[in-house]
């Protein structure tokens, strides 16, 4: 079975930092670009960041430069985004998604449209609270 799973949410005060795993099984990652989503109550599901398949290309949504950093290590299949300085509006479910590198689209369109996806993950639930 093919899936994307998510782990290393949790409650954090605000100011603090975690680090989400995309972990994913039944295929290898190496071959798709990864992007990190997230979706808050009431809210749409938006970009966070998303990197290539070789690691070469990323993007950050404006909102979360400085702030987070999306890394793969292909070995372990597995994609992280460490998040820093974390604020009570960080708070969402975040999901994962693999974009299979074969794709016409770029990892900006795919983090801004979440066009091109091929899997998403169930989603991981971060709280920024104090």
């Known amino acids: 079975q093919l899936q994307l799973v998510e782990s290393g949410g949790g409650l954090v005060q605000p100011g603090g930092s975690l680090r989400l795993s995309c972990t994913a099984s039944?295929?290898?990652?190496?071959?798709?670009?990864i992007g990190w989503f997230r979706q808050a109550p009431g809210k749409e599901r938006e970009g966070v960041s998303c990197?290539?398949?070789?690691?070469?290309?990323?993007y950050y949504a404006d909102s979360m430069k400085g702030r987070f950093t999306i890394s793969r290590d292909n070995a372990k299949n597995t994609v992280y985004l460490q998040m820093n300085s974390l604020k009570p509006e960080d708070t969402a479910v975040y999901y994962c998604?693999?974009?299979?590198?074969?794709?016409?689209?770029?990892?900006?369109?795919?983090?801004?449209?979440?066009?091109?996806?091929?899997?998403w993950g169930k989603g991981t639930l971060v709280t920024v609270s104090s």
């Open positions: 998604a693999a974009m299979h590198r074969g794709s016409s689209t770029t990892v900006q369109a795919m983090c801004i449209t979440q066009y091109g996806i091929d899997y």
């Open positions: 039944g295929f290898t990652l190496d071959y798709y670009a």
């Open positions: 990197i290539s398949s070789s690691g070469g290309s990323t």
